[in-house]
């Protein structure tokens, strides 16, 4: 029997896979120490050097005095929680604490050993955890270094900012004087305004995201649209976790809040209509009616740093509060989307994405093939891949499973004997505008009853 002859259009691009191997599992932070912007940023890149397939990182932007604002990536999965630390200069013991849990982490994750019950390695497959260790550089360096570490040129500026003192141990604010927590949008109106300057502490800025920090920060978590956040401060050992929570939310918030604060030990903050919001949870929690949580670590110290020798203590009080909560993540993330377990074929050469939407895509490539499908949120597919769940835009696809036969290497010549419509696939109901004038064509595919040809023999 004779086979019909219809065309239909393939682009064919390289296909990118493979993971780097994993390094052994060893400690490389060390957290009991006043941790450095310095020390901090050698960690991150020794870490993703370290871990290239489990870790990456990106600078946000910079400071006002050229300090990168990194951000760390842990983990392969599509479902994404967030937590930073130090959005206030004096608190800077939440950069040990997260910098550890990605330490901690990878180390599990490598040696495929659990964490305090938590098997690191299936959660990490399913969960990306972002990390900005220090919101705040300017105001972390001039706090542990004081104005040495800064321009000649501003140094009797910060001086008069610090009321003329060159003690900056209780410095709280950025490296313009603002507090970098009450500069979010949520409830900043309602904020006392006895602060009317740049000071070491609580100028709430003449605006809502008037400080570099918090507009990257601001940016990044819309980026990242986790399902949950933690921000780290200190101190006091309670847990803020409501912010006017709506109450549809109220109790998956308060059933996480009592978790952390079992784990922890830490006193949970009572609801109160009168909070006066600003800060990085205040906004979350209201903005996205996500779980959002600040956590102030170590007994009450006043306006200073915790000691270095409490680090140990609250590290074992929060360390697996991160994996819990990318649990909880994970758990709600699953709910927003459809389960299937659909076989497709693929036509083309496709971007693989880490999660549905045009900014989310990676140069990754799945090569055309038979698929299972075991997702679907909006016009995207969820795919298990060697590199983790990955998601495909809904194109250049056929339900059920058709046997394609590759014939790049060696191409079939065909003879049109008149003009011959083109397909985008191997389908009637996929029709391209264009077609084939009569004569020789090399097809590089073929499937039933179909021909692929190279958009550029059109």
Known sequence: MKKNLVIFMLAMLIFLSGIAPEASAASMVNPIQTYTYTEMTRDIKALAKKYPDLIQYRSLGKSSYGREIWAVKLGKGDATVFYNASHHAREW????IVMEMIDQYSSSYASKKKFDGYDVRTLLNDVSIWFVPMVNPDGVTLQQQGVTAFPKSVQSKLIKMNKGSRNFKHWKANGQGIDLNRQYPAG???LSKRISGPASQNYNGKKPLETIET???YDFTYYVD?????SYHTSGRILYWHYRTKKENYSRDYTMAKAIGSMTGYRLVAPSNSDSGGGYKDWFVSSFGRPGFTPELSYHVGETNVPVKMISEEWRRNKKVGL???????KLWEKKIKKVNMPITTFDSINLYDRPGAVYKTKAVLKPRKVTVIAVKGNYFRLNTASGKKWIPQDHYLKGSYNLIDLVKKPK???????????NLPSI???YAKTFPAGE???IKETGNWYGVQKNTA
């Open 441 to 443: 064509v090399k097809a």
């Open 226 to 230: 986790p399902e949950a956040t933690i």
């Open 93 to 96: 013991l939440g950069t040990n």
């Open 188 to 190: 900043w109106n309602l």
């Open 413 to 423: 010549a065909l003879l049109l004997k008149e003009k011959t419509q083109l397909y």
């Open 429 to 431: 109901s996929k029709k």
């Open 324 to 330: 819990y909560v990318a649990n909880e993540g994970r």
């Open 215 to 217: 507009k990257l920060m």
